[in-house]
């Protein structure tokens, strides 16, 4: 089998890269995978599960499904959250999270396909802290960490990172991951 070097995982760093990127350059020097090298099936399985998630960001009709707070969140956080599902031919698609904390946010978006996780992208915001307002500046989040998780059958067959979530509980990502897809999945087919 070919292995293909570090050029091909910073290509598949460039998408979470490119937002840190913008608004929070230090990050580039943080970047961490789960291996430095990738098998070529593993490169194909990653390349295709992109241009999936893609073509179902691209997707304008769906039936849209939000819930706030206790409605999805068995204990709420400070600031609440939010999850919204989207849904086409009675089959979730794609769900988004976020919870909503007194210094940040986290931000996720699980990607389905045939009923089975095949990625999440996570999102960290915080607010920084105005010592003479004392007060957070909820207008200029900062992002301090983004990641992707590929899956495939259930299993975390690939992850990068950029940063260090604070939010991220302590554990098997892969089993908080796909324990939580599955959880959205049935809050959002029992409404």
């Given at each position: 089998?070919?292995?293909?070097?570090?050029?091909?995982?910073?290509?598949?760093?460039?998408?979470?890269?490119?937002?840190?990127?913008?608004?929070?350059?230090?990050?580039q020097?943080?970047?961490?995978?789960?291996?430095?090298?990738?098998?070529?099936?593993?490169?194909?399985?990653?390349?295709?599960?992109?241009?999936?998630?893609?073509?179902?960001?691209?997707?304008?009709?769906?039936?849209?499904?939000?819930?706030?707070?206790?409605?999805?969140?068995?204990?709420?956080?400070?600031?609440?959250?939010?999850?919204?599902?989207?849904?086409?031919?009675?089959?979730?698609?794609?769900?988004?999270?976020?919870?909503?904390?007194?210094?940040?946010?986290?931000?996720?978006?699980?990607?389905?396909?045939?009923?089975?996780?095949?990625?999440v992208?996570?999102k960290?915001?915080?607010?920084?802290?105005?010592?003479?307002?004392?007060?957070f500046?909820?207008?200029?989040?900062?992002?301090?960490?983004?990641?992707?998780?590929y899956?495939?059958?259930?299993?975390?067959?690939?992850?990068?990172?950029?940063?260090?979530?604070?939010?991220?509980?302590?554990?098997?990502?892969?089993?908080?991951?796909?324990?939580?897809?599955?959880?959205?999945?049935?809050i959002?087919?029992?409404?």
């Amino acid at each position: 089998m070919k292995n293909i070097l570090l050029p091909a995982l910073l290509w598949l760093a460039l998408p979470v890269a490119g937002i840190c990127q913008s608004e929070n350059p230090e990050l580039q020097d943080s970047i961490s995978t789960d291996s430095l090298l990738l098998d070529s099936s593993l490169v194909g399985s990653i390349t295709l599960i992109d241009e999936h998630c893609a073509y179902l960001d691209n997707q304008f009709d769906y039936r849209i499904k939000t819930l706030l707070n206790e409605e999805f969140m068995q204990q709420m956080t400070d600031g609440g959250g939010q999850l919204t599902g989207y849904i086409y031919d009675r089959e979730l698609e794609k769900a988004e999270t976020i919870y909503y904390f007194t210094n940040g946010r986290l931000e996720r978006t699980f990607y389905y396909r045939e009923n089975a996780l095949v990625y999440v992208s996570e999102k960290e915001l915080t607010y920084p802290y105005n010592m003479e307002e004392n007060a957070f500046q909820y207008d200029k989040p900062e992002t301090v960490a983004v990641a992707g998780y590929y899956f495939d059958l259930g299993i975390l067959i690939h992850q990068h990172t950029i940063g260090e979530s604070s939010f991220n509980p302590e554990g098997d990502m892969q089993e908080v991951l796909v324990n939580a897809a599955q959880k959205y999945q049935r809050i959002l087919e029992d409404r």
